[in-house]
């Protein structure tokens, strides 16, 4: 069981999709990770939402132009995702197992991004193997972008996976970095507790981030 189930019980999708509707009706801004994405892929890019909850960041990069697809373990985040987006494909499966094959989803991704605290919520020992997964998901050259906390003020839950955990994963599933921030407006890292990271696929040329 991963640490997002063990936390919620995957119950909490409307709350969930309530609690950031609110942030937007009182002029909070809820685009920052797909603003993020939007800047290293041009429009019509294929992007997977890893851990894609509600949906709120394929729903916004659905809306700038790309192509995007959905996966998640948890149907009640799931069942919001499909009604405020049905048009676009949602799909049902554990990161630690997931086979884009298995679900008839084309592989070869430009970007997978893993934002909302997906890369720490894993199940532990886990981790090495989701970002396998997700690199082999991605086409030659793509990207993969990770925001997670390290740090209790950063986390529901106490802080497990490390940085330095999670550059060697990225190593041993082929993956060199790229680029690494503070936060999804791209704030230089200074060594703090919230990490937003970029590594690209080594076997292609890479993507650097447009202006």
Wanted: overall charge negative.
């Amino acid at each position: 069981m991963n640490r997002w189930t063990e936390l919620t019980g995957e119950t909490s999708g409307e709350d969930y999709a309530a609690r950031f509707a609110a942030l937007a009706r009182g002029g909070e801004d809820v685009h920052g990770e797909a603003r993020f994405c939007a800047a290293l892929v041009p429009a019509g890019a294929r992007v997977l939402d890893a851990g894609c909850g509600t949906g709120r960041v394929a729903i916004r990069l659905a809306e700038l132009g790309y192509d995007c697809t959905g996966v998640d373990v948890d149907a009640s985040m799931l069942a919001v995702a499909r009604k405020q987006a049905p048009a676009l494909p949602w799909f049902r499966a554990d990161l630690a197992a997931f086979d884009p094959a298995a679900l008839g989803i084309e592989p070869g991704f430009d970007l997978v991004v893993a934002a909302g605290n997906v890369m720490a919520l894993l199940a532990p020992g886990t981790e090495a193997t989701v970002v396998g997964r997700l690199a082999g998901a991605l086409r030659p050259g793509g990207l993969l972008v990770a925001g997670f906390g390290l740090d209790e003020a950063h986390l529901p839950v106490p802080p497990g996976l490390t940085l330095a955990e999670y550059d060697d994963h990225c190593a041993a599933a082929g993956l060199v970095p790229v680029d690494r921030f503070a936060t999804w407006d791209a704030a230089p890292y200074d060594g703090g507790g919230y990490v937003v990271g970029v590594h690209r696929r080594s076997d292609g040329q890479g993507l650097s981030r447009r202006g």
